[in-house]
């Protein structure tokens, strides 16, 4: 049969990625070009800087794409593009681009999920996983908790109701003077840090036992930060951010393992950004482990934003039929499975 090969692009926030995916699995390419040291100097990511940025580097980053994967244009049976969740600005970098090699090479044309992106990433290392399992899905904009029940099909059990996971640790970071990107910061920092230290409060939802919440343990530190400062005390960076990461990640995978046992899943999946945490990936696993599951994780390259996972989830779309049209636009607040 023949191969299915398609140039996927993702633009949705500070990165600007192109990669070449053959049949679905296989990563022919996966460039990334990252604006981290650009938004640095502001703390955080400025909107309008990141989509100047992807309009300049787009072009760039999708040839070094097909040359990495030494192929042209002429090889590829579809474009696949993230159009959403995201910043609008950098979302319509991408898809315009996509849009103008689809319609020059009369391409079908498929949109994706930024998020469906994120739990596709697991298919790329693990050949054997294969819907329905338990994916745990934690990035700088979104934590859910959802039964993938088909390729693209999602029934979300548990959100957070304030902050996402991985927000609360760019917040976090700010505070306790480590800059941004907080998550990676925090991460390092914890390795030299006790994480029983101080105990910061793991919040209890009550009517939804897989819904999230992190503002307590944000407010926690931040309370603890400006309490240490009015005494004059002196704080200890490593200890306190090893005991937030801690606070955290217990609760992700309390509330994971306990989704699992509720709906008879035994193969638990995490994706996203925040899935590259070290502390977050140790405990699921040894979790996973003792309740006999199976666990699956992408390697850190693919849990932060890149193209690979849209060009994987892109397949799976494209082979159920999906096409946007010449109207697809940049959807900021993109409902995940909605199409
Ligand atoms: O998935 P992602 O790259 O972009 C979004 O779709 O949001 O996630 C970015 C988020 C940021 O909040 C970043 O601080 C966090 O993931 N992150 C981490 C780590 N690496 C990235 N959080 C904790 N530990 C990490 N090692
Ligand atoms: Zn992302």
Not at 10 to 28: F, H, M, P
Not at 31 to 52: F, K
Not at 207 to 230: E, R, T, W
Request: proline content about 4%; charged content about 20%.
């Amino acid at each position: 049969m023949k191969d299915t090969l398609i140039l996927a692009i993702e633009s949705s926030c500070d990165e600007t990625a192109a990669s070449v995916v053959k049949n679905g699995r296989t990563i022919l390419s996966n460039v990334i070009s990252s604006q981290i040291a650009l938004h640095t100097l502001y703390g955080g990511v400025v909107p309008e800087i990141a989509s100047r940025k992807h309009i300049e580097k787009i072009n760039q980053v999708i040839e070094q794409a097909l040359a990495d994967a030494d192929v042209t244009l002429d090889d590829l049976d579809a474009i696949g593009v993230t159009y959403g969740p995201g910043l609008v600005g950098a979302l319509l970098v991408g898809v315009a681009e996509a849009k103008a090699i689809a319609y020059a090479k009369k391409l079908p044309l498929v949109g994706v999920h930024h998020i469906e992106g994120h739990v596709s990433a697991n298919y790329i290392e693990h050949p054997d996983l294969e819907p329905p399992f338990l994916c745990l899905i934690v990035s700088g904009g979104h934590t859910h908790l959802v039964i993938v029940k088909d390729y693209g099909e999602f029934e979300i059990l548990g959100r957070t109701r304030d902050d996402a996971a991985g927000e609360a640790f760019d917040k976090v970071a700010r505070a306790i003077g480590l800059g941004y990107p907080g998550g990676p910061k925090v991460d390092k920092l914890s390795k030299e840090g006790n994480p029983n230290a101080i105990e910061f409060p793991k919040a209890k939802i009550g009517d939804c036992p897989y819904d999230f919440s992190f503002s307590g343990v944000k407010s926690a530190v931040l309370n603890y930060i400006n309490h240490a400062q009015m005494t004059g005390e002196e704080i200890n960076r490593a200890d306190l951010a090893a005991s937030f990461q801690k606070a955290v990640v217990d609760v992700l995978v309390e509330h994971t393992m306990l989704a699992a046992k509720d709906y008879g899943m035994t193969k638990i999946a995490i994706a996203g950004g925040v899935a590259s945490n070290g502390t977050l990936r140790a405990a699921m696993e040894e979790a996973c482990k003792k309740n006999n599951y199976s666990f699956y994780r992408p390697s850190p390259i693919f849990c932060t934003d890149n193209a690979a996972m849209i060009g994987v989830a892109a397949y799976y779309e494209y082979i159920k039929g999906t096409r946007h049209g010449w109207d697809l636009n940049a959807v900021p607040n993109l409902k995940l499975g909605e199409r």
